[in-house]
Antibody, heavy 119, light 110 residues
Framework: QVQLVQSGAEVKRPGASVKVSCKAS????????IHWVRQAPGQGLEWMGV????????TYTQKLQGRVAMTRDTSSSTVYMELSSLGPEDTAVYYC????????????WGQGTLVTVSA | QSALTQPLSVSGSPGQSVTISCTGT?????????VSWYQQHPATAPKLMIY???KRPSGVPDRFSGSKSGNTASLTISGLQAEDEALYFC??????????FGGGTKLTVL
């Protein structure tokens, strides 16, 4: 069965970076784009960006340009999302989700990773 | 990039129908037939309920339906059940491999 398994919760200081992983299984890894979406406590969903696992091409939301980087390792079917210069506003649950056409139709999601930014 | 606009909350009694709207612009909802809807229960990941405006993934009850007119998409849930109480988010492709979400609507089953 299709699974996206994310790394565990993180606590970071302001100004630090965090790297969250998303390991895919149960399907052909390079056939689906992976989006990253975050949700601050009690808030809505915020799209962060998408990566094409085939060539590693990425598109990021303008809001996070320069602070976010998405990469992939095809040998382990894993996608990574690194966010730098963390501030309290980055405290959120971070989700990865797969999408066949990068159109926003995400049929499987990871379990979410809580990132807490606190001094 | 502004979020899509959804009502904060809607409610209905068991067996009734409710409709949640999602308003975007001619650059996102109005430009593409790539609107999806997600259901999220507390402390769980979102679940895809509708994709490509009006298609249902396997396993989603046919009580859930989607439509679009101009820059506004809608999710209708008929025959409301207690388990439908959740947050609902719309999502639209916005060109250039970018995606937007709505702010979310809390559905309360009275």
């Amino acid at each position: 069965q299709v699974q996206l398994v994310q790394s565990g919760a993180e606590v970071k200081r302001p100004g630090a970076s965090v790297k969250v992983s998303c390991k895919a299984s149960g399907y052909i890894f390079v056939s689906y784009y992976i989006h990253w979406v975050r949700q601050a406590p009690g808030q809505g969903l915020e799209w962060m960006g998408v990566i094409n696992p085939t060539g590693g091409v990425t598109t990021y939301t303008q809001k996070l340009q320069g602070r976010v980087a998405m990469t992939r390792d095809t040998s382990s079917s894993t996608v990574y999302m690194e966010l730098s210069s963390l501030g309290p506003e980055d405290t959120a649950v971070y989700y990865c989700a797969r999408d066949y056409s990068a159109s926003g139709n995400c049929d499987h999601w990871g379990q979410g990773t809580l990132v807490t930014v606190s001094a | 990039q502004s979020a899509l606009t959804q009502p904060l909350s809607v409610s209905g009694s068991p067996g009734q129908s409710v409709t949640i709207s999602c308003t975007g612009t001619s650059s996102d909802v109005g430009a593409y037939n790539y609107v999806s809807w997600y259901q999220q229960h507390p402390a769980t990941a979102p679940k895809l309920m509708i994709y490509d405006v009006n298609k249902r993934p396997s396993g989603v009850p046919d009580r859930f339906s989607g439509s679009k007119s101009g820059n506004t998409a809608s999710l209708t849930i008929s025959g409301l059940q207690a388990e439908d109480e959740a947050l609902y988010f719309c999502c639209s492709y916005a060109g250039g491999y970018t995606v937007k979400f709505g702010g979310g609507t809390k559905l309360t089953v009275l």
